[in-house]
């Protein structure tokens, strides 16, 4: 995995909604807004089992998520690299759930979005991480 500079690190604990791009059976690229959460996890994000995007990870876990800033001066961070699901992920995925969404929601709304998720298990929900190949920044 490559090394992540205190700048970008910082950059990526932001909440900004990140673009995750995965490949279609057609071999065609899908995007899609995710979250993202940046930790010494890694790289962390969840979706459904039934989402195309985890269905297209299933099949080609190749990725490319893209971080923008949509204020002037732009700053991106684009991270090429592979999904991998985490393991051990039932006694992870709400914490980060509800991790994720206070942060992206704030305290009260974010609580009420992460409960929905207390009683899914790996069949519903993915939890998985992107191990980095490749890292591009803009201004950062």
């Not at 995925?93 to 991790?99: D, E, G, M, N, S």
């Not at 974010?110 to 993915?126: C, E, I, K, L, W």
Request: proline residues 6%; negative net charge; hydrophobic residues 35%.
């Amino acid at each position: 995995m490559k090394t992540v500079s205190n700048a970008v690190g910082e950059f990526l604990k932001r909440p900004l909604v990140s673009t995750l791009a995965t490949i279609d059976e057609d071999g065609s690229p899908r995007t899609r807004a995710i979250w993202h959460d940046w930790s010494e996890q890694g790289l962390l994000l969840f979706t459904s089992t039934k989402s195309p995007k985890w269905k297209n990870i299933e099949t080609d876990n190749r990725v490319s998520l893209c971080v923008d800033d949509p204020e002037p001066p732009y700053k991106s961070v684009i991270i090429d690299g592979h999904a991998v699901r985490k393991s051990g992920e039932e006694d992870l995925l709400y914490p980060i759930v509800l991790k994720m969404a206070k942060k992206y929601y704030g305290e009260t709304e974010g609580r009420n979005f992460a409960n929905s998720y207390q009683n899914m298990t790996p069949a519903d929900v993915a939890l998985f991480e992107i191990v980095i190949d490749r890292i591009t920044t803009q201004e950062i």
